[in-house]
């Protein structure tokens, strides 16, 4: 089964006339070639706490990355699901059956030591560590900015 080991954040704002996506993917793909794994699936979230559809512009990219990967996915994020107290994961994962296809998945994605990562992932929503998140719209703002977040990243695993 796939692993997945971490999520690079994209872009913020809505992307349908933008390039910062496809230089975004460039960029993501050098640095993960380099360290010996794959984009293997794309996720979004909306800024509407009741919206999980799929938007034509989410699923462009998630069709790019499936050209380049089998097994692809494209994740939702459940934004009703993301509280203080986290019960469940809230991915509403999909896997791409055809081009241009996308089909809710059967087989739901595992979290490694799930209570702990849950319970990690509420602290750190409690925290408001979310505000430290940068993305690559951010890092094309300021360059000086990590979207890859290694120092979040440090702070996420130190809570694990």
Same mark, same amino acid.
């Given at each position: 089964p796939t692993k997945f080991c971490d999520a690079v954040p994209l872009c913020h704002l809505n992307t349908g006339l933008s390039l910062v996506p496809e230089i975004a993917l460039a960029q993501v793909s050098g640095i993960v070639g380099a360290a010996g794994t794959v984009i293997s699936g794309f996720y979004h979230a909306h800024d509407n706490l009741k919206d999980n559809h799929v938007d034509v512009f989410s699923q462009k990219i998630a069709d790019k990355i499936a050209e380049n990967q089998d097994g692809a996915v494209l994740v939702t994020i459940d934004s009703k699901r993301l509280a203080l107290k986290i019960q469940n994961d809230g991915l509403i994962v999909r896997h791409n059956v055809a081009e241009g296809a996308w089909k809710l998945s059967e087989k739901k994605l595992k979290l490694e030591h799930e209570s702990i990562t849950l =319970?990690? =992932?509420? =602290?750190?929503? $409690?925290?408001?560590?979310? $505000?430290?998140?940068? /993305?690559?719209?951010?890092?094309? /703002? /300021?360059?000086?900015? /990590?979207?890859?977040?290694?120092?979040?990243?440090m702070k996420i695993d130190s809570c694990l």
């Amino acid at each position: 089964p796939t692993k997945f080991c971490d999520a690079v954040p994209l872009c913020h704002l809505n992307t349908g006339l933008s390039l910062v996506p496809e230089i975004a993917l460039a960029q993501v793909s050098g640095i993960v070639g380099a360290a010996g794994t794959v984009i293997s699936g794309f996720y979004h979230a909306h800024d509407n706490l009741k919206d999980n559809h799929v938007d034509v512009f989410s699923q462009k990219i998630a069709d790019k990355i499936a050209e380049n990967q089998d097994g692809a996915v494209l994740v939702t994020i459940d934004s009703k699901r993301l509280a203080l107290k986290i019960q469940n994961d809230g991915l509403i994962v999909r896997h791409n059956v055809a081009e241009g296809a996308w089909k809710l998945s059967e087989k739901k994605l595992k979290l490694e030591h799930e209570s702990i990562t849950l =319970a990690c =992932a509420s =602290a750190l929503v $409690r925290e408001g560590i979310f $505000r430290e998140l940068v /993305d690559f719209d951010n890092h094309l /703002d /300021d360059i000086t900015q /990590d979207y890859v977040n290694v120092e979040l990243n440090m702070k996420i695993d130190s809570c694990l």
